[in-house]
């Protein structure tokens, strides 16, 4: 078993930053996969990074690619989400989850953060 808790989330001004924590706990949280999600209203959730477990790997979706960081520190049992030039059209509720594999897919969910990001 896995608990994830976000936090981080706020408002910005378009061109702004924020990073995004969640921090895991459970016997095996470093051992797993984990990926940053989010939904906007009206649209369906998407993934927008993922890293292994070790760290040493990462995918980006398009849309965040060259502006968003994925990271995590497993001592802290912390993965990060470092946002840079943020867009209105990142507003959305972001969340963190946890899989086994870094394909997934997420067994593990954490309740969601919200980013609102204005023009």
């Known amino acids: 078993q896995v608990q994830l808790v976000e936090s981080g989330g706020g408002l910005v001004q378009a061109g702004g930053s924020l990073r995004l924590s969640c921090a895991a706990s459970g016997r095996t949280a470093t051992s797993y996969a984990m990926g940053w999600f989010r939904r906007a209203p009206g649209k369906e959730r998407e993934l927008l990074a993922s890293i292994s477990w070790s760290g040493g790997m990462t995918n980006y979706a398009d849309s965040v690619k060259g502006r968003f960081t994925i990271s995590r520190d497993n001592v802290k049992n912390t993965v990060y989400l470092q946002m840079n030039s943020l867009k209105p059209e990142d507003t959305a509720v972001y969340s963190c989850?946890?899989?086994?594999?870094?394909?997934?897919?997420?067994?593990?969910w954490g309740q969601g953060t919200q980013v609102t990001v204005s023009s």
């Open positions: 989850a946890a899989a086994k594999q870094l394909k997934g897919p997420y067994d593990y």
